[in-house]
């Protein structure tokens, strides 16, 4: 289990949201070696999407993990999980004694530099219910994660997401917040995401 458990927690004080912050969830050098391993291990794949009427490589490669076989639905790509390994599993573990959930999936995302990006979304497909807790594990190099509100413009929040970094969503965040991660023109190294959700 992780040793600093847990080291710090950033609650940030915005509307219509929770959103916990944890910069050193998994220590340096568990985190590098957590890196390397998904790094090599993952099957990862590049989908397509349609973007007004057009289509695109997606600007990512990913992977999808879960229970039951159960498929995940988002920006027309349907996704067929693998089983749990046993390299998630310890990650998913120790996340859900934090969050107190029981995660079904896991959608991974591979940046491999500062051209691959997600663009403004929300978490909020039909198959995660309500209000949706989303913990998110960083990997890699720091890359800034945005957020906006849906109705209030000038609410905005930019988290600068952390080598071995715990964030998590809930309550009504997907409801009314937006997030990407942008494209940066810097030189910048490979970044690897985990988000955990639980399909209904």
Not at 101 to 115: I, M, P, Q
Not at 144 to 168: A, C, D, M, R
Not at 180 to 198: D, M, S, V, Y
């Amino acid at each position: 289990m992780n040793s600093l458990f847990p080291k710090e927690k950033i609650t940030f004080n915005i509307p219509d949201s929770e959103i916990d912050y944890y910069p050193n969830f998994f220590e340096s050098s568990r985190a590098n070696e957590l890196f390397e391993k998904l790094k090599n291990e993952i099957p990862w794949q590049q989908d397509h999407i349609k973007v007004f009427g057009k289509i695109h490589p997606q600007p990512r490669l990913t992977s999808l993990f879960g229970n039951e076989g159960k498929p995940y639905s988002y920006s027309n790509i349907v996704m067929q999980p693998d089983p749990w390994n046993p390299l998630l599993m310890s990650i998913k573990n120790e996340i859900e004694v934090i969050c107190n959930e029981n995660f079904t999936t896991v959608l991974l995302n591979y940046y491999r530099d500062g051209r691959d990006s997600n663009g403004w979304h929300a978490d909020n497909e039909k198959e995660l219910g309500q209000n949706p807790v989303i913990a998110s594990i960083s990997f890699g190099t720091e890359r800034y994660f945005h957020l906006q509100h849906n109705t209030i413009k000038e609410q905005k929040l930019k988290i600068n997401l952390e080598h071995g970094s715990l964030l998590i969503m809930k309550g009504a965040t997907q409801h009314f917040w937006k997030h990407q991660i942008p494209k940066t023109a810097k030189e910048i190294g490979p970044r690897i995401n985990l988000t955990f959700r639980i399909i209904k």
